[in-house]
């Protein structure tokens, strides 16, 4: 938005939540769309969450640390959830939440079997609108668990479009729909179409539930559903947060039970009441309601609506939980707040995305409704989850299991999820990337998320940040300082105002987890950096987290290239608020000495030394060093080798006069290193003119972008692939008598490493492909037009390296657009369905995207950091002429 615009009614409403004057995100999507499976709800003795509570179990089982559901909402803590249930009338189930392969199932590990898309969603939550697609004949679920069995990894996912079942059309579409009145007043719509040729019976549950605390710590009341004497309505009583009341349109029944598990079911023990969390799949099944509707209180409700729709026909129920008492609470006003909220939501849109056509308008909203939809609660004490509060009996070896050294981390707090279903919990490199998108819509929330993992119950005491859930000790990429500056320049940039005081903050927490790094994952002190499989899963040759071959240590191009860009990262930053407040100079210095040292280690210009640049070939390459001493270069040519490019730094002039300190020291150490035959990191100095800080020396540089421009090896169609295409002849090397070997594989995964669910040997990812684009704007910042390469490499088309950005800027965006038949490249397996009339303009933000053709792979809704795709279009789109 340009700074001189009035504020959006939606703008308002963050402006007043993040001034406290209104709790406008109290309530929101915060419901997980699984729970179970994850490492939070697993007390096995072997760590084996998906088999510990697997979907089978979930219906009958409580929860201890979240709750889940199909497009759902609780408060931020979730206390109170709300969620959408559906029966065709011939599952064996209710469908309460959405099913899905489990890591070991998966021929490429584990994967949502469900039709479900994000349409709408303001930073707020004010609107929200979700459609689910049900199947009217019976789901198929165990054609899906026996097809993908014997499915192999050489073969496709076997996915819910593969099975037939929408073949005929035969299936409703189900859209939920959310609008704020106020804080704590949601009007709710549940409207379901039927798609098919015939009438069709469906029934629907919205369902109300408390979270159990009361199974596993003393309460002093315990939270209660009761029936009120109208017929259209239940109250809330919750100690934590309240009283509330759930309206809703006459149903055929008010169902309630209790959300306590089954323990005949699921242990083989006597219950102590039949009142238990499944009760309303055997009601309702079975055509036997006599205990769900003998009970008027509990603390799971659903008031059922039996509806039999002709062929086209939509209908549509009505709901409102509130905290007020109203008389009348689907009256006129009922519909104008939703078309008030709507028509809100469309101007905070068309605010942010001023410049965008029609189409790049509906990707960019359908990409800000998947981050928003994505935001969830997420609870997990180490501590207290060690000690075994649960229902079962755990066992006790998982004391010293997964996460046993993690015990300070407790988190009571929203988070943003790379995928809600596929990785219902955090990733802290992915995290920063889905900040940088969030700032285009919510920064103050970006800005939160981004100071969240740097909070003393996230991070270490040593300065660790916790990685992901099912290994907080791993390493990811320290990505938070580049996610820092990001989002500041991106707040500045709409609001003419830059945050310094969130930058502070960012600044002396990163500055202890760059400490960390320091002294632990540079364990010879030689600025030459190891750090695990550092979130590229399978991208080496070996499992890089797991021992390394031969008993040596391998070092990492990536990682080293990760902690130079760390240091620029930090540097920025530091200078930034220099400029303000000088005593961050010295910081700035500090930063500038060790970017430095890492350069000149990596890069091992004198003559003999040994590194990791292979003079021959021009390529980075991780080195293995074995306990001997002996070096043994691993030659794959891979993003890790041109990830070296993107720790650059272009400062400017009136900076470098502002802190003629700063200036002074780079003086001092260019004079040195030149009297000392030092490798010169500052390649060209003038006092007159801006400094270029570039990991790579220019020569190199020159050799790895037309290797990256080069569609022989990295650039597709679509974007830079994470592997070089050359690899299509498998790259093999023996170490200690053991052969290991890598090939090029464009989408899915081939091998095991890390479950086989994400692949880095060739697809196309769109958070490196970002940090890549503006790799080139940052190198062209400082040359202009006296640099230009060919694009494509031996084109003959020569173009500066900022309009190379915007080539491979559209070449991403163009996956996500129609072509003249109507068809997107990521829908590119099941385009006949895609270009139906109800799915026509439905999209899906995948994990990654196959390095020939752009099709969509892996995870189906990580919107997470494909949501760059709306910073892409915003940025392409603001530097048109």
């Not at 794959?636 to 002039?653: D, E, F, P, Q």
């Amino acid at each position: 938005m340009d700074n001189i615009q009035e504020l959006s009614k939606e703008q308002k409403r963050l402006k007043e939540h993040y001034s406290k004057d209104k709790d406008w995100l109290k309530w929101g999507p915060y419901l997980s769309e699984r729970q179970w499976g994850t490492v939070r709800e697993d007390y096995s003795s072997n760590g084996d969450a998906w088999n510990y509570l697997p979907h089978d179990h979930a219906r009958s089982r409580t929860y201890r640390w979240g709750e889940d559901g199909i497009a759902g909402i609780s408060d931020r803590y979730c206390n109170i959830c709300f969620g959408v249930t559906l029966w065709n009338g011939k599952d064996s189930i209710l469908k309460e939440r959405l099913f899905g392969l489990s890591g070991p199932r998966g021929n490429h590990g584990e994967d949502v079997k469900e039709l479900y898309y994000y349409l709408e969603n303001t930073p707020s939550h004010s609107y929200m609108k979700h459609l689910y697609k049900y199947p009217q004949n019976e789901f198929p679920y165990g054609k899906l668990v026996e097809e993908n069995k014997i499915r192999g990894k050489a073969e496709h996912e076997y996915e819910l479009l593969d099975t037939g079942i929408f073949d005929n059309n035969e299936y409703f579409d189900v859209v939920t729909e959310y609008a704020k009145a106020d804080t704590e007043d949601l009007l709710i719509k549940i409207s379901i179409s039927n798609r098919g040729p015939k009438t069709a019976p469906v029934y629907l549950l919205p369902t109300l539930w408390i979270r159990n605390f009361w199974s596993f710590i003393d309460m002093d009341e315990k939270p209660i559903i009761k029936k009120d004497k109208e017929a259209s309505s239940v109250s809330i009583r919750h100690p934590y947060v309240g009283d509330y009341t759930l309206y809703f349109e006459r149903p055929s029944k008010v169902l309630f039970t209790e959300n306590e598990t089954n323990r005949e079911k699921i242990f083989n023990e006597k219950n102590d009441h039949p009142y238990k969390k499944d009760l309303f799949h055997d009601a309702v099944i079975q055509n036997d309601y006599s205990l769900a509707e003998k009970k008027s209180e509990g603390t799971k409700c659903s008031p059922l609506y039996e509806l039999k729709l002709k062929a086209g026909e939509t209908r549509t129920i009505k709901l409102r939980l509130t905290k007020e008492h109203l008389p009348a609470p689907f009256d006129n006003s009922f519909e104008a707040v939703f078309s008030n909220r709507k028509e809100e939501s469309q101007e905070f849109l068309n605010n942010v995305t001023q410049k965008s056509s029609k189409e790049q308008r509906e990707i960019q909203k359908q990409a800000f409704a998947g981050l928003l939809w994505s935001k969830q609660y997420y609870n997990y004490e180490v501590e207290k989850w060690l000690n075994t509060d649960s229902d079962d009996k755990p066992a006790p070896e998982r004391t010293h299991g997964r996460n046993s050294n993690w015990k300070t981390l407790r988190t009571h707090d929203i988070l943003s999820m790379p995928d809600a279903w596929e990785y219902p919990w955090f990733a802290a490199w992915d995290s920063a990337f889905h900040c940088v998108s969030f700032a285009m819509i919510d920064p103050d929330f970006a800005k939160k998320q981004l100071l969240l993992f740097t909070k003393e119950w996230f991070m270490a005491p040593n300065g660790q940040i916790p990685a992901y859930e099912w290994n907080f000790s791993d390493v990811n990429p320290p990505v938070q300082a580049w996610a820092a500056i990001h989002i500041y320049q991106i707040e500045q940039r709409d609001t003419g105002k830059g945050d310094l005081k969130f930058l502070k903050r960012m600044f002396n927490k990163l500055a202890l987890n760059f400490t960390w790094w320091i002294n632990r994952v540079d364990r010879f002190d030689k600025n030459i950096f190891e750090g695990g499989f550092l979130g590229l899963d399978n991208i080496g040759v070996f499992d890089r987290s797991g021992g390394i071959p031969g008993g040596g240590i391998l070092e990492q191009v990536d990682g080293t290239s990760w902690m130079a860009l760390y240091c620029l990262n930090m540097l920025e930053i530091a200078l930034e608020i220099a400029i303000e407040d000088d005593t961050f100079e010295d910081m700035a210095i500090k930063y500038f000495g060790h970017f430095v040292f890492i350069a000149e280690a990596l890069n091992k210009l004198k003559e003999g030394a040994p590194g990791s640049w292979d003079e021959k070939e021009g390529f980075f390459y991780d080195t293995l060093i074995l306990p001997d001493g002996q070096s043994i270069p691993i030659k794959v040519r891979s993003i890790s080798g041109l990830l070296s490019l993107a720790a650059v730094l272009n400062i400017r002039k009136e900076t470098l006069d502002k802190l003629p300190r700063f200036r002074a020291s780079i003086e001092w150490f260019r004079k040195y290193r030149v009297e000392n035959a030092m490798y010169q990191v500052v390649e060209e100095y003038a006092t007159d003119k801006d400094v270029l800080l570039s990991l790579v020396p220019r020569k190199r540089m020159d050799i790895l972008i037309k290797s990256m421009l080069n569609e022989s090896e990295f650039l597709g169609i679509h974007g830079i692939r994470s592997l070089s295409k050359g690899h299509e002849k498998p790259y093999n090397i023996e170490i200690d008598g053991t052969n290991y070997g890598i090939s090029y594989e464009p989408a899915e995964s081939q091998t095991d490493l890390f479950g086989g669910n994400s692949n880095w040997r060739g697809p196309i990812w769109m958070a490196m492909n970002y940090l890549f684009i503006g790799t080139f704007k940052e190198y062209h910042n400082y040359f202009e037009d006296n640099l230009k390469y060919q694009f494509p490499s031996g084109s003959g088309n020569y173009l500066n390296l900022k309009k190379i950005g915007f080539e491979i800027s559209k070449r991403l965006i163009a996956m996500f657009d129609k072509d003249k038949d109507g068809n997107r490249p990521i829908h590119a397996l099941h385009k006949e369905k895609y270009i139906d009339e109800h799915f026509k303009d439905l999209i899906l933000f995948y994990e990654y995207f196959d390095g020939n053709n752009g099709r969509g792979v892996g995870a189906s809704h990580q919107t997470g950091w494909t949501a760059l795709v709306a910073n892409l279009i915003e940025e392409i789109n603001r530097n048109k002429k």
